[in-house]
C-alpha cells in the first residue's frame, strides 16, 4: 500500500508540475528573447539618431554589440556584415526583425540627407538565451524537490494507515495461535480505529465464551461424583473383600481421572500455564526407564544444563512425553534403542523422541489413527498442546531407520 500511494502521489505531482512547469519554462524563454530584443531595438535608434551627421561612428562605437550601419550611397559603417534580403527590405523604410546565421539581426530604418539608411543589430544566440538555462535548471530541481517531497509526506500518511493494519494483522495471528490475552492497540485513521475495537471486542467475547465452555465441563465432571459416591457404597457392601478392594480401587481411579478433568479446565480458565521442560522430561524419561531396562532398550537422553521454561504446563508436558515415550513401547520390539533430546529452539524449545524401529506414517498425526489398535489420540493431544504454545509437531523417518517425532514448544 505504502509503495502503490507513493507512486500514486508521485505520478500526481509529475502530472501537475508539467502542466505548470513547461508553460512557465516557455515565458522565461519568451521573457529572455523579448529583453534582448528590445536592448537591440533600443541600440539601434540610438544610432538611427546620428545618422547624416558626424557623430554616426562615434554612436557606432559607443554600442556594447556589432553594429553595422548601411548607407544610402551603398558603402557601410561599423561591423562587416553581408546586405541581406532583410536589410534591402529595411531600405525601403520598414524596421524588421530576421533570423540570421547565429542569432537574428535588427534592422531599423533610418532617412538621411542622401536617402534611407539601415542600421543592423546583431543579437546572438547566446544572448537570446542568457539565464535561459538556469532558470530552467532551477525550475527542474524545484519540481524534483516538489516530487520528492510529495513522495515522503505519501509514504507518512500510508504509514500512518498501513502500521495499525499490520498491528491488526499480528494481533488476528496471535489469536489463531491460541493467544487470547492479545489485543490491538486503536490508532490511525478512525475506519482502522473501529476495526481494532470490534478485534478487541472479539478477541473479549471469545475468551469469555472458552471461561464458560470450561467452567461448563467442569461442573459437568463435578456431577459425576454424586453416582461415583454411589458406586463406592456398593463397592463397599460387596461380600467378597477381593471383589470389593478391586472394584474400589476402579472407583478410586475413576475419581482420580474427573478430579483431574475439573482441575484440568478450570486452570485453562486461569490462562496459559508454562513449566521448565528440563525437569518434566528428565522426570518423565527417569519413569520410563525403569520400563525400558527390563525390555532391554537403550535410553540415550539429551537435556540442557539449566532451565528451559515453555508455554505449556507441567502436566500437559507430561501427558505429551507419555504419550511419545509410550507410542514407542507400544509399536515397536522390545529391545529396539530410543532417544530422548531437548534444546532450546525458536521460539521456545525443541523436544526430539526417536527410535530405531520399524517407523510410522505421517498420516497418524490425524486424530483417531492409529497403527497399533490404540485410540490414535496420543499424538494428536500432543499436536494441539504444541500448537496452543505457539509451535508445533513432526513426524518423519530418519535415513537410517526409525521414526523420529519433534515437538515444538513456544517460549512463556
Known amino acids: ?57 562615434l554612436a557606432v562605437e559607443q554600442v556594447s554589440r556589432p553594429v553595422t550601419v548601411f548607407l544610402p550611397d551603398g558603402s557601410a559603417v561599423g561591423a562587416r556584415a553581408a546586405r541581406s534580403d532583410a536589410v534591402r527590405l529595411a531600405a525601403t523604410g520598414r524596421s524588421v526583425t ?58 507518512r500518511l500510508a504509514l500512518a494507515v498501513t502500521k495499525p493494519v499490520d498491528g491488526l494483522a499480528r494481533v488476528s495471528h496471535r489469536l489463531a495461535g491460541g493467544d487470547l490475552t492479545a489485543r490491538a492497540e486503536p490508532g490511525g485513521p478512525p475506519e482502522v480505529r473501529s476495526v481494532a475495537l470490534a478485534l478487541n471486542h472479539l478477541a473479549g467475547r471469545i475468551d469469555e465464551l472458552l471461561v464458560a465452555e470450561r467452567e461448563s465441563v467442569a461442573d459437568l465432571s463435578h456431577r459425576l461424583r454424586t453416582p461415583l459416591t454411589g458406586l463406592r457404597l456398593d463397592a463397599e457392601s460387596l461380600r467378597d473383600p477381593e ?131 490404540s485410540t490414535g489420540l496420543g499424538l494428536d493431544i500432543a499436536r494441539r498442546t504444541a500448537e496452543s504454545s505457539g509451535g508445533g509437531l513432526s513426524v518423519s523417518r530418519p535415513e537410517e531407520g526409525g521414526a523420529r517425532v519433534e515437538m515444538l514448544l513456544g517460549a512463556p
Open 1 to 57: 500500500m505504502r509503495r502503490w500511494l507513493a507512486l500514486l502521489v508521485a505520478a500526481t505531482t509529475s502530472l501537475v508540475l508539467i502542466a505548470l512547469l513547461v508553460p512557465m519554462a516557455l515565458l522565461i524563454r519568451a521573457v529572455a528573447e523579448n529583453g534582448a530584443m528590445s536592448r537591440a531595438t533600443a541600440a539601434a535608434e540610438s544610432v538611427a539618431v546620428t545618422v547624416g551627421t558626424p557623430d554616426l561612428e
Open 98 to 155: 530576421a533570423e540570421a546565421a547565429g542569432g537574428r539581426e535588427v534592422l531599423v530604418s533610418a532617412q538621411s540627407p542622401g536617402g534611407t539608411a539601415v542600421i543592423r543589430v546583431f543579437v546572438p544566440d547566446a544572448e537570446l538565451m542568457r539565464g535561459v538555462r538556469e532558470a530552467w535548471l532551477a525550475l527542474v530541481l524545484l519540481g524534483l524537490g516538489l516530487v520528492a517531497l510529495g513522495i515522503v509526506l505519501a509514504d
Open 243 to 373: 471383589e470389593a478392594a478391586r472394584v474400589q480401587t476402579r472407583v478410586d481411579a475413576l475419581e482420580r481421572a474427573v478430579s483431574a478433568v475439573i482441575t484440568e479446565a478450570r486452570r485453562r480458565s486461569a490462562g496459559r500455564d508454562s513449566c521448565d521442560a528440563a525437569a518434566v522430561v528428565g522426570e518423565r524419561v527417569r519413569f520410563w526407564s525403569v520400563l525400558a531396562e527390563d525390555q532391554g532398550r537403550e535410553v540415550s537422553i539429551s537435556l540442557p544444563d539449566g532451565p528451559l521454561p515453555v508455554a505449556v504446563g507441567a502436566e500437559e508436558l507430561a501427558a505429551c512425553v507419555d504419550a511419545l515415550l509410550g507410542n514407542v513401547f507400544a509399536h515397536t520390539p522390545e529391545g529396539v534403542s530410543m532417544s530422548v533430546r531437548l534444546r532450546p529452539h525458536p521460539p521456545g524449545a525443541l523436544l526430539a523422541v526417536a527410535d530405531a524401529g520399524p517407523g510410522f506414517e505421517p498420516a497418524l498425526l490425524e486424530r483417531g489413527n492409529s497403527a497399533g489398535g
